[in-house]
């Protein structure tokens, strides 16, 4: 049996349109832009200089203070260490650690503290608040101990 000619249907071959490859330029543009700028801030990052971080630590006694609650009388129990780059900075001359300096630590500390009340205490930001509020008044009243983190050790408010 003789084959019959196969006719070929008219399939017509379409080009890729000029939207479609400008798309897919554009894309592998930016996807180049944003794999070399990550590149370079990675670099960056790693050759900036890093923040001194904390050496020693100075440990407070506990403090015990009213709240500033005006209908209720509260209190506050709280321990605090001090994380500081160096310890010669927060010792004195003569051995005696901190001689010098806790009273206007303890001080400082205090002022901040008797100006809180419970209810801010015990928000879910309190904490954190307090902290900064703590290491921007020791920054202020006692700039020759480089305080860099302050760290609650016990934490107690009776209302």
């Excluded at 209720?72 to 780059?85: E, H």
């Excluded at 920054?139 to 209302?159: A, D, S, W």
């Amino acid at each position: 049996m003789p084959s019959k000619p196969q006719t070929a249907k008219g399939k017509k071959k379409s080009k890729p349109s000029p939207l479609l490859i400008f798309l897919l330029l554009a894309a592998i543009g930016a996807g180049a832009y944003w794999f070399v700028s990550r590149r370079h801030a990675v670099e960056a990052a790693s050759t900036a200089p890093k923040a001194a971080s904390v050496t020693s630590v100075i440990h407070l006694d506990s403090f015990v203070v009213n709240l500033a609650d005006h209908n209720q009388s509260s209190f506050l129990k709280i321990g605090i260490d001090l994380g500081v780059t160096s310890a010669a900075s927060a010792e004195g001359k003569s051995g005696d650690a901190n001689t010098a300096v806790l009273p206007k630590i303890r001080d400082t500390v205090l002022s901040v503290l008797s100006t809180w009340q419970s209810g801010g205490l015990l928000a879910p930001d309190g904490k954190t608040r307090l902290k900064e509020q703590i290491l921007d008044a020791l920054h202020q009243q006692v700039p020759t101990v480089p305080v860099k983190e302050v760290y609650f050790t016990e934490f107690l408010v009776q209302r």
